[in-house]
């Protein structure tokens, strides 16, 4: 499981308009599944990006296929959180 924990500060077409482009980039990786946005409770962000892989190489590849110019303005900072299970 990998979360992505993030603050935005765009506006709400914005935010969808990165969600859409996350969802189709975990779309086209193999092995990268995306599995929600969230409003975390128990985090000081505003939104997580939760994903399912059993490989990091996986968060690496859909990092590296992303086609959303990021824009240090409205996403000022992300902290991502990898749990791997005991499996």
Same mark, same amino acid.
């Given at each position: 499981? $990998?979360?992505?924990? @993030?603050?935005?500060?765009? +506006?709400?077409?914005?935010?969808?308009?990165?969600?859409?482009? $996350?969802?189709? +980039?975990?779309?086209?990786?193999?092995? @990268?599944?995306?599995?929600?946005?969230? #409003?975390?409770?128990?985090?000081?962000?505003?939104? +997580? @990006?939760?994903?399912? +892989?059993?490989?990091?190489?996986?968060? $690496?590849? #859909?990092?590296?296929?992303?086609?959303?110019?990021?824009?240090?303005? $409205?996403?000022?900072?992300?902290?991502?959180?990898?749990?791997?299970?005991?499996?």
């Amino acid at each position: 499981m $990998i979360l992505e924990h @993030f603050d935005w500060l765009g +506006t709400e077409e914005e935010l969808e308009k990165f969600t859409s482009a $996350i969802k189709k +980039t975990c779309a086209e990786t193999k092995g @990268f599944e995306y599995k929600g946005r969230f #409003a975390p409770w128990n985090k000081k962000f505003n939104y +997580t @990006f939760a994903y399912e +892989t059993k490989d990091i190489q996986h968060y $690496i590849e #859909a990092g590296n296929n992303l086609k959303y110019k990021i824009d240090k303005k $409205i996403l000022p900072h992300m902290v991502v959180d990898l749990y791997k299970n005991k499996d």
